[in-house]
């Protein structure tokens, strides 16, 4: 008992996490449905996120950025050529905010590599920045919005002024995880993205499931040439490679994306045709099934009610959440390589992927960053989904 206890309870946190990421992706659809366009509000481009922790993710500290110089592949060799050097470019030990919205407060308190703290002074800076005794401090004006080129400085009591120079943002929005080429929310651009992930995936998944079940099942029950006549055929859609499937779809209906999903299901549809069919001739050989059969009961309801529901229900499920993953996971594969979701269609997190991998060597991580997240979550969560219903409904048979 206590060991059905720990398998319930595993089976249920793992349903919990699968269940909040469907929810996740419905509410997406309906804020892109109720907001359309307007979700991804528009500031600079490749504007970095809000949130400081993901900047120093992005950022090297001023004193790393400036103060190295790497002759070999890893720059082992390039610390303390000079002394000089050192002395200027290591004042200033922390990176500021690059970003900023109109309206609200903008703040850099520099720290420094020496106890004595300088004074505060500013070389090039937008009207209305201030130094104060220990820090920075600005309130952008709506008129104000862009970049902006600033220039700061701390001048020790010998006279040396010590700077740091970088590009600020401003935006009357705050976009918590940056902007993209076009200056496009990223955050509004991955809850755009979840349209192409839920309906395009569910169709895959049902085309998968129900070949499989209705197929699998005449297969299992009714051995002889019905039987062999679906393995036959099975063992012909299984020798054509699924991508090959998927292209011909993908040409054939002009990269229409829902009937590249069918094609998709078409290509995991033996798989599933497979485990119905093991699972039906196993149930054919228990005793409930001659008892029913002796009853009175008809085959087709002895197959589709007794077999297929009571009893493989729970593996149906499962595979079901298996092939949601995969779709998804095709999908992105698809958009990634150009033959997915069409740009004039709307933007795919494939699509996202491919512009974050062309812009990561520029330190634009976060267009690859929060994009794969997203992927990652949404498999992880139908896969645990999966394992989850699977877990609750055994168990509930086993009570």
Known sequence: MKRLNIYHKSGFWSFAFGITVVLLLIAGNVMWLLKGEDIYKRGEHYMPPFHPLFQKMLYTPVALEQGMETDDFFGFDAWGESEEADEEDFYFVNNPIRTASTGREYRFVPEFNKPIRPALTILSAPAGFQAKES??????????????????????????????????????????????ERGRDVAGVIIQGTRWTLLPGLIAALTAILIGVFFGGISGYRPGRVSETIDFSVQILESVPGLLLIFLAAVIFQFNIYWIMVAVGLAFAPANVKMIRGMVREFVQNQFVESAKELGFKERVVLWRDIVWVNGKASIASQACYCFAFAVLMEVTLSYLNIGVQSSDGISWGALLLQGKNMYTSEQYWLLFFPGISIVTVILGFYLLGDGLGKLLHYRESE
């Open 135 to 180: 820090y920075f401090n600005w309130i952008p004006e709506p008129e104000q919005t862009g970049t902006h080129s600033l220039v700061l400085g701390a001048e020790t009591k010998d006279g040396t002024i010590h700077t740091i120079s970088y590009d600020l943002m401003v935006s009357p929005y705050h976009h918590l995880m940056g902007t993209d």
